[in-house]
Nanobody, 116 residues
């Protein structure tokens, strides 16, 4: 079982991208998802997450610009990124618990590049 992330790409500053993350089998639920990003040579940092209780949390740097959502019917987690800035350029990863499997799982990472 694994997570598959997609939706990254190259966009100009001020533009938008939508990242998606799905489990390797669509019947598996995604629980307590978190989006992270990683700059070259740096550790991954949390961007946005949804707790088991539905509480949504954002890093201050993306508040008001990014929106995390979870479609429970389709088992998809998305990260809508608006008003992108060059400093949002990073590799983005999804992380979540899947179904009844123990532990948490990482997606493969998707590159987001914002040009100035």
């Amino acid at each position: 079982v694994q997570l598959q992330a997609c939706g990254g790409g190259l966009v100009q500053a001020g533009g938008s991208l939508r990242l998606s993350c799905v489990p390797s089998k669509s019947t598996f639920s995604i629980n307590a998802p978190i989006w992270y990003r990683q700059y070259p040579g740096k550790q991954r940092e949390m961007v946005a997450g949804i707790s088991d209780g539905g509480y949504i949390n954002y890093d201050d740097s993306v508040k008001g610009r990014f929106t995390i959502s979870k479609d429970n019917a389709k088992n998809i987690v998305s990260l809508q990124m608006n008003s992108l800035k060059p400093e949002d350029t990073a590799v983005y990863y999804c992380n979540a618990a899947i179904g009844t499997f123990r532990g948490r799982f990482w997606g493969q990472g998707t590159q987001v590049t914002v040009s100035s």
